[in-house]
């Protein structure tokens, strides 16, 4: 069966420390995958998409990489802020939509 | 100008009722979804429309039904009410059905509780 796992369900880390979330998935073969932010009480928002011939993608201090090989992405918060806290989210798309993760909650300690 | 809006935002009711969710997205996109996120976060999709046209039905309870009166709007109708309905429910949209990449932009959320 499709699964989607994402390494942690929380994941602490002190500011100005690089957060590094997984997101490992079976029984898929997507042509992209994408990550979103979620903050409580909000609906996800869309951050990064990278596609299957790309191994890294970045914007601002996040960074993403895809091995389809080994089936992960790797989500990177550089320079980590209290801002960031959130729960990240990644998806794949499967049959004109979209499967996500669990999500892995990212706390900042200032 | 909010781009994907939901009605209400939080909606309280009693186990048997019936009770139906808006939204609308002011971002021209072709395709609209419904999601499910419970109590663990899990963010489930329900139903997607493309062109008010049913798309993907995710074996979802016949109690629910979507509708799609034009491109810019799908609601969501939940007939006799159970406690596993309790959850929160976010509207999305794209500009194409998803497998393109498009970017999903999601409502705010309405948080249903059943008592």
């Known amino acids: 069966s499709q699964k989607i796992e994402q390494n942690s369900e929380a994941l602490n880390i002190q500011e100005g420390k690089t957060a590094t979330l997984t997101c490992n998935y079976t029984n898929y073969s997507p042509a992209y995958l994408q990550w979103y932010r979620q903050d409580p009480g909000r609906g996800p928002v869309f951050l990064l998409l990278?596609?299957?011939?790309?191994k890294e993608k970045r914007k601002e201090r996040l960074k993403v990489t895809f091995d389809t090989t080994l089936k992960q992405s790797l989500f990177h918060i550089t320079a980590s802020q209290p801002a960031d806290s959130a729960t990240y989210l990644c998806?794949?798309?499967?049959?004109?939509?979209?499967?996500f993760g669990a999500g892995t909650t990212v706390t900042v300690r200032a | 100008d909010t781009a994907v809006s939901q009605t209400p935002k939080y909606l309280v009711t009693q186990m048997g009722n019936d009770k139906s969710i808006k939204c609308e997205q002011n971002?021209?996109?072709?395709?609209m979804y419904w999601y499910k996120q419970d109590s663990k976060k899990f963010l489930k999709i329900m139903f997607s429309?493309?062109?008010?046209?049913?798309?993907i039905n995710e074996t979802v309870p016949n109690r629910f039904s979507p509708k799609s009166p034009d491109k810019a709007h799908l609601n969501l109708h939940i007939n006799s009410l159970e406690l596993g309905d309790s959850a929160v429910y976010f509207c999305a949209s794209s500009p194409r059905l998803a497998g393109g990449g498009d970017t999903q932009y999601f409502g705010p959320g309405t948080r249903l509780t059943v008592l």
């Open positions: 990278i596609r299957e011939n790309e």
């Open positions: 998806a794949l798309p499967n049959d004109y939509k979209l499967s």
């Open positions: 971002l021209g996109h072709d395709t």
């Open positions: 429309y493309n062109n008010k046209e049913l798309i």
